[in-house]
Each structure stands twice: as structure tokens, then as C-alpha cells.
């Protein structure tokens, strides 16, 4: 717990959160009054001011009780303050009184992880995924939690002390539960009003600056991509009709999703984002430039990298291929399966990741 | 990978790791329902591909056993398998090989002997004959990790309920003080040992039982401190291969066990894998050996000492008596004898589990004869030679 309440993180963590809502809630909001209060509450808790900023969201909720928004942040600050109790308590009406919205789900589901309280938070996210079926976030962080269950499960059959290591690795995962990846889409497409359209000038704190400071841990980073309907993989079999030039196109494809395994493992940063194509669609819809640097900061930490690419199925057609394979990651204490699905497009004669993300 | 996929590897994976599956229904009624009926719909579901509803009823098992670890394992396995495809029973990271495989041990041997119930119209071949105060039997199978409670119906054995048990942690066929393998041979229960009594390792109860028996000296074996005995609070169950020796039952079971065990009384038969026997075939075996009895007993009375002496081993041995040092005695003694009377009442015969022919024979014996009265608990071995039933030790019980 202590690492994770270290304060530089904490500062920024919940930013993205409020991001996320920002786009779409604030749209809704009519009064520039408590727009400035949010915006200045949301500046506050950026810089660590927790009081302030709490006292400037109290503000604007005593002009506009109800407002979702200004809830939301008000949980978000009292999760930084360690008042996760109370904080449980404004997502839990926020939930009640917006039950579309699936950020407070989640963040619920966040802060029931955080106390150890499985049973409630996978209740939570199924919430978060009913109401939005595409919702990366919550479906990475229910896989997650199943994992936990898992291990708890596990930990009662085998008798196990939960002092040991593996309660080291659930730490480390409880950073990786809180960061939540900016959906901007997602956010836009769901605002109830109409004026979603007109709610892009909303004064929400960067969303590239968000997506950066997070400190967590890599797998889920590599995996937080939105699961694009276009991106469905074809079948194997839809591979078929032409074998030959399939099996060549398709050890092709193998290799250059084993390079890039290797490059990732080398730390070899160069190596690694030469393999993605131009058109890369980042995981947040972040631009390119944001992406790489915060890809190489995160490979260039000093813990040794190491990734293990299983059970490789390719399907190549034509220009296009497809990868499914389990991806192995260890760096340090953590240590992460997940099921990984890429789209790989010839470029130049060389297979190049287009999309990358999570089967789930 | 599909879910549809990843659910039928699981399926293949548990039912691989117990290689059986339940039988649908049960033939007899079930008086012990236990966790196997439960933990076998878990296995059901598996093998359907329903893994929400699996996890369901494992939850429900949960709830009724919190302690059980097997079902907190399937549990584990049936959460991961939402994320990623499971090879085994138990997937675990990094936990300690034995104790995933004493759970799948464990797990093979609740759904096998819930598959696997005895019929009813099969007898271990053990209890040939109960005393009439004997009202319940014991018969424990430790390859499959099971417990059999037998009821005296006016004489022939009743299936009552079966329970899983631990047994010794180096097997069976217990030998020397320390070996940590549980006896094989007939026992009773020799006294009742409370909770209070005991540390909680050994549960809600212990009963001793009588190894070493007769037989074990002679062999010369030894150690002693075989017990039936509960678990500690901490778990449900112990794995299969768990005790020093001991026999161990959950705690509800024992606590169920020991409504029916009379001290000094109930036998406690321990094989290694129970003999069945058809109803006719159980009536032949303790025909036969009830009709040899009655002999030595006519042939006794007769004082026709050369006859008597027939129904002996030359294998045969009491105390320090050798078959010679036997035959002289009783010869001396029944020179002086006008007549004789020998009544045996509550006669019960418990087939030692094994290859040799060995019944061991308890009776209350009434000896009238012209100069001396006595009467007696007597226990005789009577085992089988050459397709005949020979005495090979008597003594007092």
C-alpha cells in the first residue's frame, strides 16, 4: 500500500478517470460556474491539494447537488485522501442515480478491489459491462479480479500464507486496476443528451497528459486497446483457400510477432516501436509521439523484461494477417498471462502491428 | 481463444485429472449426503460446458463446507479459466506441487467412490458374521479412501453410510512404531477419547482401536496409537495420504461415526481394497466356517482328543504353547475328564482383509466338564489349509 500511495503517482492517477467523464458529463452542464469549480477542484487534486480541492467540489455540489460530475470528482479526491469508505459511498449513489454510467462501476469495483472485497467489485464491473457491453477497462479490470478470486481461491485450497510473495504481485496489481485508460469514443457516443456533439470544448485536463504518468505496470499497458469490432480476427480456417502462399506469408507473420516479443524483452525500444505500423491505432486513440515515449519510458525501467509468446495462430489474407497468441510478461515482481490478439498489415514487405489488444 | 473453446480444455483437463465422472443417479438412498454429491454436479457442469453454473454450485458446495480446500481449488481453476485456457485441476502459480497433487488425489477419490457406491446386494466379504450385540460394523477401503458403516439387521450387515477418510501417509501394512503406515487387519474400538481431551489436530474426537491384534504380535509387529479420529479446524478434510497411521474422518462424519460405535465391541476392519461378496456366496463362506466350528466344538465334547486336536494347525500357536506343547496339555488333561460340555454363544467371525484364509473367531465359551467349570471370551484364528478350516491360535479375548 505504502508504494502505491506514493505521492507522485497519486497526484496524477485519477486525472485520466476524471478525463474520461469530462468529455461527456460536462457537456451537460450549463453553468460556467461550476465548470470553473470543477476545473479548479480537478487542478487542485492534480497538484496534491486534496483539501481545496474537495472544498471546491463541495462548492460546486451546493450549487448543483445532483450534478454527476462533481460527484464523480468528489470520489475521485476522496479515494486520494484514503477515505475509501466515503468514497465508496459517492460512486455506490452515483451508480444509483446514473446507472448508465459505467465509470462509477468501475471506479467502485476499483475501491472494493483495493479492500480485498472480490465478490463485490466483480459485481460491479459486470454492472460496468452491462451497461457498456465494449467497455475495455472494465472488462481487463473483471479479468483481473477473476484472477484475484483465483488466487484466493487457490490460496484457501493450498493453504497458503497471503503474506507471501504472490501478495506482492497483487499490490503491483492494484496500480493496474486504478489506472483507468481514457475512452474518449466510448464517452461521447453514450452521453444521453443530444449535445454530445457540442461537448467537445470541454476544459478536461489534457487527455494526453493523462495517459503518461501512470506508473504501472506494462502488460496491461500493451493491452488496454479498445476491442474494435473491425478488428475481429477471421478464423483460421477463413485462411485457408490458398495454403501455400499462406504458409509463407504465415512464418512470416510468426516471426514478426516473435521479433517482437524479442525486441520488447531486450528492452530494445527501437526495435520494439519498429514494429508497429504508422497507422498504429494507439490503445487510447492517444497520438503517436505520446505513445512511443510513454511505450519507452515504461521498457526502459530498470526492472529486467522478459516476454514469452504461446500457442502463436496466424491467419494471413492477403495484405492482412492476424495473430492470436498468450502473452507471457515478467518484469520484477509481476507476472501476467493474457490472451492477445494483433493485426498485422504488409507494408513494404515487412509485417507491421496495425491493432494490438486483448482477447477476451 | 473462445470461451466455447477454453470451456471444453477445462472440461478435458478436470475430468482428465480424475479421469471419471459421476454416476447419474444413485441406486441405493444415501444416508452420509457429504460433498460428493455437490462437488460431482460441479464435475457435471464441467463436463457440459456450463462453467457459470459450475461455479455456481461450487459456490454452494463452498457455502456448505467452508473449510472444504478441494472445492476452493475447483473454484480457483473455474475463475481462471474465464481469462485464460487451464491445463490441469489446480492452476495455481508457484503453489507447492504436493499439495495440488494430495487435492487431485483427493478429488479422484470422493467421485470415484461416490461413483462407485456398493451395491446392495454385495457384502465385504470381512463381516461373515456379527455378534448379536454388535450393532454396527466398520469396513475401511484405503485405496479408495473410504469408510463403510454396516448395521447388524438380525445378522446380516446392512449398508449404512460411507464417508472419505485419510490414512497413512507411507501406505499400509503397518510393521514397526514410527513407519507412519496405517495396519491392516481386524480391530475393534477400544475407548472413546473426547474433544476436550485432545489437542485440535485430531478434531471432534478420537477412538483407539486394538492394533497390534493377536495376530500383529505373533508377526511382530508393532506401535501403537491407531486411532479413528476428526481433523483440525482448519480444514474440511486432509488428503488421502495424510496420518501417521491413524484413520481420519471429517469431523461431521466422525461426530455421525460415533453415535454407532460401541467401545470395546464395534469391529474396525481395515483392508487395503474391500472383497465384495454375493449374498449366497457371503452365506456359503460363513456356512462353511460356522459348520467347522460346531465341529471342534462336538469334537471337543466327545473327548475324542485325537479328533479335537484335527481341527488345529501344525502352524498353530497360543502363548508360548507350540501345536506339540498344545496336544500334550490337552491330551493330559482331558484323560481326567468323565465328559464334557462346551457351549459357544455370540459367536462373530471377521475375514482378515488379504491373501492368506484367516477368519478371526470371537465367542463367549461356556466349559462344563466333570471336575472343572469356566467360562470365557474366547478368540480363535481359524485360517484355511489345504481347503479345510484349522485353528492356528486361540486364546482368551
Redesign the interface.
Known sequence: MAEKYNTMRLSRLPVSLAAALCAGLLATLPLPVLADNLQDASRLMKQGQFGPALEKTEQALAAKPKDAQARFLKGLILTEMGKQAEAIVVFTKLTEDYPELPEPYNNLAVLYAQQRQFEKAKNALEMAIRTHPSYATAHENLGDIYARMASQAYDKALQLDSSNASAQSKLAMIRDIMSTSARPAAVASRTTSGKVQAATPAPAPAAKAEVTPVSRPEPSAAAKVEPAPSVQAPEPKAAAPEPKAAASGKQDVEKAVRDWAAAWSKKDVKAYLAAYAKDFQTPGGEARDTWEAERARRINRPDPIQVGVENLQVAVEGERATAKFRQHYRSGKLKTSASKAMVLVRRDGKWLIQEERVAN | ?DAKARTRLLAAALLCACSILPAASAERTYSDSGPEPLLAGVFAEIEQNRLDAALQRVEALIKAYPNF?????V???L??A???PISTL???????QD??AD?REEAVARLKAYRDRPSADYLPRYLLQMHPEQKFAVVVDTRKSRLYLYQNANGQPRFVADYYISHGKAGTDKLREGDKKTPIGVYHVTASLPRQKLTDFYGSGAFPISYPNEWDKRHGRNGHGIWLHGTPS??FSRPPKASDGCVVLANRDLDALAKNLQIGLTPVIISNSIEWLSLDDWQAERRALLDSIEAWRQDWESLDTGKYLAHYSIRFRSGNLNVEQWAAQKRQINAGKQWIKVAALNISMFRNPGQEELVVVTFDQDYRSSNLSNAMKKRQYWIKEDGAWKIIYEGGA
Not at chain 2, 69 to 73: I, P
Not at chain 2, 90 to 96: C, E, K, M, S
Open positions: 481463444m480446500r478441494l472445492a476452493h481449488l473454484k480457483g481453476d475463475l481462471l474465464r481469462g485464460r489446480g492452476n495455481a502459480a508457484n503453489a507447492p499439495r495440488l487435492l482448519d480444514t
